[in-house]
Structures are given as C-alpha cells and as structure tokens.
C-alpha cells in the first residue's frame, strides 16, 4: 500500500477521534493542484483498463461504500473517479429513504439485494450505515439497537467478504467551514439550485451529532475485511486523488491481468 | 434529425427488407477514420455534459435497446458511448438466458423490472426482442405465438413510452462475413479467447434463420414511440458514431439545459 495512504486506513476496531484527522490535509498530493487533477485524470484511465481484467475474469466482486456529510462530495467523487470506466461493469446504487417496503424488511434487506456479483464493481451512494447515522441521530433507535445495528453490519460484510468480495468503505470527512461555504455556494449560484433542500439547513444543526455518530460507526465497524478509509475531503481534486489511488491498489491486487488463454482453442476455423 | 440518419430510422411497422441496408455503410462518416473516432469522442463528452442536465432535471426517461448477432458489437457500443459518462445517471443491464425465476413469469417480466427511473438512462444489451428471436429461431416458440409476442412488445413500449421514455432501438447490423472474421479473432488472438464460447459457431450455423427473425422483428415492431435504427456495424469506429450521434439528437431534445433556478433561495444564509 501507498505509504502515506496508511494512517487513513482503519482496519479494527477502537478508539480513534476524527478530531486527528485534518479534512484539510493532502497527504497524496505532489503540491500542485494542476498536476494532481492531472494524475486523478490518469488514475482514472488506469482503473478503466484494469477494470476490464475484472470484468473478463469474472472471479472477484467489489463494493465501494461511500459515506459523508451533506456536500462532502459522494456525487463528484463518483463522476471524476469512473468517469472513465465502462458502464457494463459498475453500477452505483443511491440509497436514499427506504420505502415502505424496504422499511417493512431488516435494515440490511435492500442492500444485500444490492451487492455485486461477480466481475462487478458496485458503489453505493451512501449505504447499509444510514442505518446507524440518521436513524440514530434522529433518535428513531436507541444507544442498545444501534450496537446490536453495528453487530449485525460486521457480520454483514463478513459474508461479504467470505464469498469473494473486497470492501472499500470511504468516508469522506469534510468540514464544518466547509460544508458553509458548499452549502452557500448551492444557493448563491442558480444553476446549483437543485442539489439545494432547505432541509439540508435542519440536517446541518445536527452536524456535532452526525460527527458523533460517523465516529462511533468508524470505531465499531472498522475490520480487515471491511476496512474504513478516513479521506481528507475539503480539497476536491484531493479527495478524488485518493479514492482513486484506493481504487486502482485494490484492482492491481485482484486483477492485474485479464483471463488466461484456453488452449482447446488452438487451430479452430470458423466457417 | 440530421438528414443522413434519416433512412436508418424506421419509425412504422411494414415492409423492410434487410439486404437494402449495407452493413459496411459510413452514411456519417466525414472519410477518414482518425477524424470519425475523434467525433466519437467529441459526442461522448457532449453526452456526458448533457445528461448532467438530464439527470438533474429528473424528468424524462431514456430507454436505449442494443441487439444485433454475436460479434456485432453490443458490449463495445456501450463502451465507446458511455466512456465519459456519469455512472450515476446511466444503468446498463445485460439479459443472458432467464433464470428459473424469472422464466416462470412472463416474457416482459424482467425487462419491465429494469426500466429506466426519472432522469436514468437504461442500457438493455440485448432485450426482450430476445423472446422473438432465439425463441423463435430455436423453435421454443411458434409463428402464432411470435406474433402476440410482437404485439404485447409493441403495447409495452407504448406504456414506457407514454408514461415519459423515450425509447431508442439499435440493430447492429453485420454482415456474415464479418462475423467470421471477428469469431476468428477471438480464436486467434488469445487476450480474446475468454469472449469466445463454442456455442457461439452453433449460433452461426443459424445465421440466416436469425436474419430473418430480425427482419421480421423490425417489420413488426417499429413504431413512432419506439423507433429502430438499422446501424450499419462493420465499421466500429462508425457504428460507434452512429448510436452516439442518435443519442446526442435525443438528449438536445430532452434536456438542452439543467433546471431552472428556484428564485424562494435568494438572499438565503447558511449559518
């Protein structure tokens, strides 16, 4: 692994405090905004072909989950890091409230249906940890159930992981200032209306207890088979330097090349 | 439309005879193959800018079908299209032989489960014309049986239609002796080996029984709401152009722009 990628990198659970890590710190960068952009742009081409080893074995599967704030950059992480991936293998999945009848099942049902098969790059657009961020903020389960939500998620991608599946959770970690001044920007610049719910407004007099919470699920759910990344996020191009390093790591390990051969093939005519 | 496209959309069931359509045909090529390409990519970041708007509209939604023989370029198509594309806005589902489940349910069944959601582009590679193709071909089903097939499709695609798709059919159309050449290739060049499958000469040998379900399937089915484009396939790099520029035509007609502001923001602070 990238050296100073380690120290982002929770791989069991424990103590940790977000406040020790910098949301502005660009520990990938080269020092130079153009040249970083440049290297998300080539990463990216990278992942692309490698992608296409994963795709064609048809062995492994992986799942990204992204996480943050409002405005912390889940959307745009997703465009600038597969932007340049073939469609036929990733699927991003935006979870947003469930709906009656997911909100009838456990609150793993809708996810696992989810999950990638194999080949597959799935990301989900937020995910399974709603299920202990809002639904606790907002007090709608208590301290006891969210434990039982944080046993029960490790287990989840245990499973996950058992039968294949490599885990890249990211939580991009944005701000306070910061999610000001994105949230400023989504109403002072008119073609940015629609990403703006005044309800974001209510969410962010929350923001010390989603804080909170992200760090109570960092500390319980942080695993070797599900590892979190805490990924400095107020600099965009930053952001996406290293999801897109995370990315390209995990592909080099799984697929660096594509399948092998079949030698029954040799001398065949088609006629 | 642009005008050279015009005698590849069919828009009315009736009488279509397919050897009037070349498959080496470059109706849009500008006659140099390095500059065709360079359109291509050209469209493929045009697409990408305007689905942003169509995507944050959440108003339409978009349906393109790809069939076309083996070899004729489903996966590529999708490839060159949608390489700059936001994979939050765009799904591609790929149909092999039913599973069990959805075998015992409908023909329609598990493509109506697929369809486009505000704001989405769907992507079927391959599709239910599969139920009036293989099936007929192999003898699954009969003639009497294809044609209400041919009529339940056409409703179908009247519903998605009027409740606010708009649909695209693609027929990549090659000819038989570029589909040897291209079996060939798999055989001979061992990167490619893992997308050949034996099976696929058994296929071939039922060349002219599938040319004449598809043509009857374009007889049968193409209508104003859910038009077929014959895309002249021998040439990649133009097949490519072609299903890019018909997707760009019907993306400025969708969604030319983003939406509008919404003037209740102005003057709002962020605390």
Redesign the interface.
């Known amino acids: 692994m990238h050296k100073r990628l380690k120290p982002y990198r929770i791989d069991r659970p424990g103590k940790l405090a977000l406040k020790d890590f910098d949301p502005a710190a660009k520990p990938l960068s080269a020092g130079d905004k153009a040249a970083d952009k440049e290297r998300v742009a080539d990463i990216a081409e990278g992942l692309?072909r490698l992608q296409d080893n994963f795709y064609?074995?048809r062995r492994d599967k992986l799942l990204l989950v992204l996480q943050g704030m409002d405005t912390s950059g889940k959307?745009g992480t997703?465009?600038a890091v597969?932007?340049?991936?073939?469609?036929?293998g990733?699927?991003?999945v935006?979870y947003r409230a469930p709906t009656a009848f997911e909100a009838d099942r456990d609150f793993l049902w809708r996810h696992h249906r989810d999950v990638p098969g194999k080949g597959e790059i799935v990301?989900f657009?937020r995910s399974h940890y709603e299920a202990v961020l809002i639904e606790y903020v907002r007090g709608w389960i208590d301290a006891a159930e969210r434990e039982r939500r944080f046993a029960r998620i490790v287990d989840f991608e245990r499973l996950l992981a058992e039968t294949g599946t490599t885990i890249v959770k990211c939580f991009l970690h944005i701000s306070n200032m910061e999610q000001?001044k994105r949230?400023?920007e989504r109403?002072d610049d008119?073609?940015k209306?629609?990403?703006?719910n005044p309800q974001d407004?209510e969410e962010?007099k929350l923001w010390r207890k989603y804080h909170d919470a992200y760090e109570a699920a960092l500390q319980k759910t942080a695993t070797t088979h599900a590892p979190w990344y805490i990924v400095p996020a107020d600099s965009k191009t930053h952001r996406n330097l290293m999801v897109s390093t995370i990315l390209l790591e995990a592909l080099q390990r799984l697929a660096p090349e594509?399948?092998?051969?079949?030698p029954g093939?040799k001398g065949?005519?088609?006629?």
């Open positions: 692309a064609a074995l959307d997703i465009r597969f932007r340049a991936i073939d469609p036929l990733v699927r991003a935006s990301i657009n000001r949230l400023q109403i008119p073609t209306h629609w990403k703006f407004l962010r594509g399948p092998p051969p079949n093939y065949l005519r088609v006629a």
